[in-house]
């Protein structure tokens, strides 16, 4: 068995909406919350802070939303088929930097997270 570390550090930040929804819609979520999300996602918007000045605000297009109750939930179903698709002799384990070192534990093959969504 081999296995693969896999750095999830900037991966809410490339989170793809539209492949999320279509992911969503796959797993049969409710059509009326898939249908909310492109408007909360589509109103997001940063700028830069340095000292008093304010940058330009920037329209994001990718990623969950930061500190968001579904933003988990989002991420993980849009990874999950990264692991799902590895070969049988690969574990892939997830990290990222600053949370701690990746724990080394073979989940069981074909095991998935899922989340059940009512």
């Known amino acids: ?5 896999l750095d999830m550090s900037k991966a809410f930040d490339k989170v ?3 492949a999320s929804f279509l992911k969503l819609m796959k797993r049969r979520v409710p059509v009326c ?3 909310l ?5 589509g109103k997001v918007y940063a700028c830069v802070k340095w000292g008093v ?3 330009k605000l920037v329209h994001l297009v990718t990623g969950v ?3 968001g ?3 988990p939930v989002l991420f993980t179903i849009y990874v999950n088929e990264i692991s799902a698709s590895a070969p049988a002799y690969l574990t892939i384990v997830p990290f990222c930097h600053g949370i701690g070192p990746p724990v080394v534990r073979a989940p069981p093959r074909g095991h998935m997270l899922h989340f059940p969504i009512a």
């Open 1 to 5: 068995m081999s296995t693969a570390a």
């Open 16 to 18: 793809n909406h539209y």
């Open 33 to 35: 919350l898939i249908k």
């Open 37 to 41: 999300l492109p408007d909360w996602y």
């Open 53 to 55: 000045f304010l940058s």
């Open 65 to 67: 939303r930061q500190g």
């Open 69 to 71: 109750v579904l933003s």
